[in-house]
């Protein structure tokens, strides 16, 4: 979550970090404003998510349904919820047309990667653990 404010407040500051080299307090208020404050929310809200059975469940009893789960709550309903509610808002889209626009075409690929970080970090803890002891 932190790595995401960080990128955001670099960009608002000034820096060209965003997509096709835009920077500036504009792009955070403009249409894809939503999915950059998105990326905050949804990293935090997938780490919570992600540790939450620990105490409760061990991860490899647990398996790695719930990472998966967990990245795809915050890594696209998030980001995407946020998102597409701020690119209504601004240009005026109704939310269907905004979804249309601003989701359906990357959902595929996004439902893809989250997938895979999830399954991904499953597997990373099992390696930190064996060198840990977590």
Request: hydrophobic share 55%.
């Amino acid at each position: 979550m932190l790595s995401q404010l960080l990128y955001v407040l670099i960009g608002a500051a000034g820096l060209p970090v965003f997509a096709g080299g835009a920077s500036g307090f504009a792009v955070l208020a403009g249409a894809t404003g939503g999915y950059l404050s998105g990326f905050v929310v949804g990293a935090g809200v997938t780490s919570i998510l992600a540790l939450l059975p620990q105490r409760h469940a061990t991860p490899r009893r647990l398996g790695p349904a719930w990472l998966v789960l967990a990245c795809l709550a915050g890594g696209v309903v998030v980001v995407y919820g946020l998102g597409v509610s701020q690119l209504a808002l601004v240009t005026g889209l109704t939310p269907t047309k905004a979804i249309v626009a601003g989701a359906l075409p990357f959902i595929p690929g996004d439902v893809l990667k989250a997938c895979i970080a999830g399954l991904v970090g499953w597997r990373l803890r099992f390696s930190l653990a064996g060198r840990t002891g977590l």
